[in-house]
């Protein structure tokens, strides 16, 4: 493998092949007599901008290329990351599949209702402080739900029924002068 470029070689600025740094090097193609073609100072000027024209192609076309290869290298990498999350959301997926399989297995069943059939059993009436525990969505000692406090719970109500009437009927009574 090459060495990776860290730069862009587009952003490489051509030189000044005319400035007196290169007067030297302009000197010696003139008087070179295997460089073909190049008698005057323009020529010389010529060929050193193509031959840094060429090796500035070479580096931008390497440069593209290991562009090419990271961006294809990102793309497996974002292609794995996304298959291996959608492994993990199927995985778990199939685990709380399970785990509600297994909470239904657990429920209760309810009771099957048949229809046409009378209700044989009517619920007694549930104590008023077990409601009021109930409606506040607290504790409620089973005591409440027994036939002891269904019986206390009926003769309260009735006493509030025969209290309420009694009150109705002293409130209709004009009071005595």
Request: hydrophobic share 35%; net charge negative; charged share 35%.
């Amino acid at each position: 493998m090459t060495d990776r470029l860290n730069f862009d070689p587009k952003n490489i600025p051509l030189p000044d092949f005319s400035s007196n740094t290169y007067v030297t090097i302009r000197r010696a193609l003139i008087a070179d007599e295997e460089s073909p073609g190049i008698t005057s100072e323009a020529e010389a000027l010529q060929h050193l901008r193509d031959q840094w024209e060429e090796e500035n192609g070479i580096l931008r076309a390497r440069y593209e290329a290991q562009l090419e290869e990271d961006q294809a290298i990102a793309e497996a990498r974002n292609e794995e990351a996304a298959e291996e999350q959608r492994t993990k959301d199927a995985e778990r997926k199939a685990r709380e599949d399970e785990l509600a399989k297994k909470a239904e297995e657990k429920r209760t069943p309810l009771y099957s209702f048949k229809q046409g059939v009378g209700v044989g059993y009517i619920r007694q009436q549930i104590h008023p402080y077990a409601k009021k525990l109930m409606a506040a969505r607290k504790y409620v000692p089973l005591w409440y739900f027994l036939r002891e406090a269904t019986a206390e719970a009926k003769e309260r109500n009735k006493e509030a029924i025969d209290n309420n009437r009694f009150q109705t009927a002293m409130d209709l009574i004009p009071p005595s002068l």
